[in-house]
């Protein structure tokens, strides 16, 4: 029988709370903070800065108004083939990255609503499938021009290259550099650039693989996301492999500095974070807790990712699906048949959603292996097992869920 620890949770020290207190008495603000008034956006005088709608709550709005918004509830956050909506998609874990950081963000006297708006947007280009949906859709577009495919990038495209939203620099920035994979110690923003480097860097991600693990973010707001991605989902997906019967409880787990439950912590890694970080020009943790953190991804990867079911799944099924509707797909493209669902379902849509942006060229200005990318990356789980389906009717893969009843 395993032993059930006792949950510990840390609170900020006393004296930082005072130091806290005392600096939003006099008004002391942050000078590290982000200034709605300095956004900066390709079209300036489209979305100026107003008492009303101020810049980054702009940009809030365009991103959940943006068609994909909705479809973050019914993408893979990590556990695909079960159906449980007690199991998280993801649109559940931008709301919990989005509230983790502005947590955070509030306490170090950031710009809540440029964090918010970073956080909401930051996976609004992911694939189906989680992550591995989005190795096979990068193979695909490998094989065809050799350039990579990842989801921190194509979020970007799809609020600024195919939805043509006007989103801030700082926004976007956010989200292209928030890939929560790569876990530092410290994250300390680079200097402010425009948007000639910030086009740069995000086209270098596109041809070069090691590219992203060098993204570095223009602002603080957008360091602490890129640290509440990570946090976000280091304790979540241990309570979703429980509810999946992956794992049985946190007791297999190890490494307890800041605790194994995803209360503790959340809980724990904030007031870590705060107490390293207030005042400074960059977002720390101390060295027990970064060694802590790296071991918990460790003890996820192996305890829960590295399931050999789930991966043969992935691998067996998803992928040479993948493949298949991509062939497909650049197949009815590149035949002009405007009745195939590439068309119907895809081409005009976009069309649908950018003309009043003036925008409504999307087809004309695309590479067409890109415009296929954009399509399966756009779709859902469910979506994509439908179009399948009906594509391949006859086809020997299917993907076979979990039930209600089996779990």
């Given at each position: 029988?395993?032993?059930?620890e ?5 609170d ?35 979305d ?14 365009k ?9 973050y ?34 306490l ?57 939203r ?70 979540k997906?241990?309570?979703d ?20 439950s ?146």
């Amino acid at each position: 029988m395993i032993k059930m620890e006792q949950k510990k949770y840390y609170d900020l020290s006393e004296e930082l709370q005072e130091r806290i207190r005392k600096d939003r008495k006099e008004g002391v603000q942050n000078p590290y903070r982000t200034k709605d008034e300095d956004a900066i956006r390709r079209k300036q005088d489209w979305d100026r800065n107003k008492l009303l709608r101020p810049a980054y709550v702009r940009d809030c709005e365009k991103i959940m108004h943006a068609p994909y918004y909705n479809r973050y509830a019914d993408k893979t956050q990590v556990f695909s083939f079960y159906k449980n909506d007690d199991i998280t998609r993801r649109a559940l874990h931008v709301q919990l990255v989005s509230r983790i950081s502005r947590n955070i963000g509030s306490l170090l006297g950031l710009n809540v609503d440029l964090i918010e708006a970073i956080a909401l947007g930051h996976d609004i280009g992911h694939t189906p499938f989680g992550h591995a949906g989005e190795r096979y859709l990068s193979e695909c577009l490998q094989e065809k021009t050799g350039r990579f495919f990842n989801h921190n990038v194509h979020s970007v495209r799809v609020l600024d290259g195919i939805l043509n939203r006007n989103i801030s620099l700082q926004t976007l920035d956010g989200i292209l550099c928030h890939n929560g994979e790569f876990a530092m110690q410290e994250y300390r923003p680079s200097k402010m650039g425009d948007f000639q480097s910030f086009d740069k860097k995000y086209e270098e991600c596109y041809v070069d693989e090691e590219a992203i693990g060098r993204l570095v973010p223009y602002t603080l707001e957008a360091c602490v996301v890129r640290i509440c991605d990570m946090i976000a989902y280091l304790g979540k997906d241990r309570q979703d492999a429980k509810r999946a019967n992956l794992i049985k409880n946190d007791g297999i787990f190890d490494e307890q500095t800041f605790g194994k439950s995803n209360p503790e912590i959340i809980n724990n890694l904030i007031v870590n974070i705060v107490e390293n970080s207030y005042g400074k020009d960059c977002i720390l943790m101390d060295d027990e807790y970064y060694k802590a953190i790296k071991a918990t991804k460790k003890e996820n990867y192996k305890k829960i990712y590295f399931n050999e079911a789930l991966d043969q799944t992935y691998e067996n099924c998803v992928r040479p699906m993948v493949h298949q509707m991509y062939d497909k797909l650049l197949f009815d493209l590149q035949s002009g048949d405007r009745n195939s669902i590439i068309y119907k379902h895809h081409l005009d849509f976009v069309k649908e959603n950018t003309s009043y942006y003036g925008n409504d060229d999307y087809l004309e200005r695309t590479e067409e292996n890109q415009i296929v990318v954009d399509f399966i990356a756009s779709m859902t789980d469910d979506y994509f097992v439908d179009l399948y389906e009906y594509l391949f009717p006859k086809s020997r893969y299917q993907i076979k869920y979990v039930s209600y009843f089996e779990n």
